[in-house]
Each structure stands twice: as structure tokens, then as C-alpha cells.
């Protein structure tokens, strides 16, 4: 299985990035999928995810409005589109695959099995 993220980037605040995550060797559509971050010196934290249809979806609390997680299951991929970026979303973005048997999705890591490399997201002031 693997998962790679992609579109990560140096911004300005304000700005705008869409992270990508293609997925491989695994059943994608029988996935929720997910995306987290981790910044210098800070645990790693929830960011988004998306039920196995992509009809569900959940946001840390903070980040709702600004991030909108999808998918597309043809494809086998997982995007994260983030808006008005700020100096303090800065971090490691990862993404990550949980087996569901049943369309819903999980905001809690430990119950990801399969992870990506991670894309670095700076944004300067």
C-alpha cells in the first residue's frame, strides 16, 4: 500500500493550496480517508476526513470554513483544498487510510493503519 501526498508548498498567508494524496495496492473505496498535521515541536493533529463514498465529512474545529477535504474514488485519491492560509497551518500534512465497513469516517489517528510520506506546508506572514 502507499500513499502519496503531494502539492504541499511556501506561501504567504492568505494564499491558497490544494494537497493531493494518490493511493495504491489498496481497496480505496473501502476506505475513509483522512488528513493530519504535525507541526515543529507539536503533536500531530487532526485536520479533516471523509467517509468511504465521500458523502461524510468532519474538520478539526478550527480549520472548518477554510479546509474542504474530498475524493475521488475513480481515481483513487483524496485532496485536501485549503484556503486563506495562515502562518500557524504551517506543518507536515499527511494523509492516511482507515478500513471502514460501513460509510463514516474517524478524526482519531490511532485508528489509521496506512500512512503517507507527508508534504511540508509553509506559510510566511
Known amino acids: 500500500v502507499q500513499l502519496q501526498a503531494s502539492g504541499g508548498g511556501l506561501v504567504q498567508a492568505g494564499d491558497s493550496l490544494r494537497l493531493s494524496c494518490a493511493a495504491s495496492?489498496?481497496?480505496?473505496?473501502?476506505?475513509?480517508m483522512g488528513w493530519f498535521r504535525q507541526a515543529p515541536g507539536k503533536e500531530r493533529e487532526f485536520v479533516a476526513a471523509?467517509?468511504?463514498?465521500?458523502?461524510?465529512?468532519d474538520y478539526a474545529d478550527s480549520l472548518k470554513g477554510r479546509f474542504t477535504i474530498s475524493r475521488d474514488n475513480a481515481n483513487f485519491a483524496v485532496y485536501l483544498q485549503m484556503n486563506s492560509l495562515k502562518p500557524e497551518d504551517t506543518a507536515i500534512y499527511y494523509c492516511?487510510?482507515?478500513?471502514?465497513?460501513?460509510?463514516?469516517?474517524?478524526?482519531?489517528?490511532?485508528?489509521?493503519?496506512?500512512w503517507g510520506q507527508g508534504t511540508q506546508v509553509t506559510v510566511s506572514s
Open positions: 492516511a487510510a482507515v478500513r471502514k465497513y460501513s460509510d463514516t469516517f474517524s478524526n482519531r489517528d490511532y485508528e489509521y493503519y496506512y
Open positions: 471523509i467517509s468511504r463514498s465521500g458523502r461524510s465529512t
Open positions: 495496492g489498496l481497496t480505496f473505496s473501502a476506505y475513509g
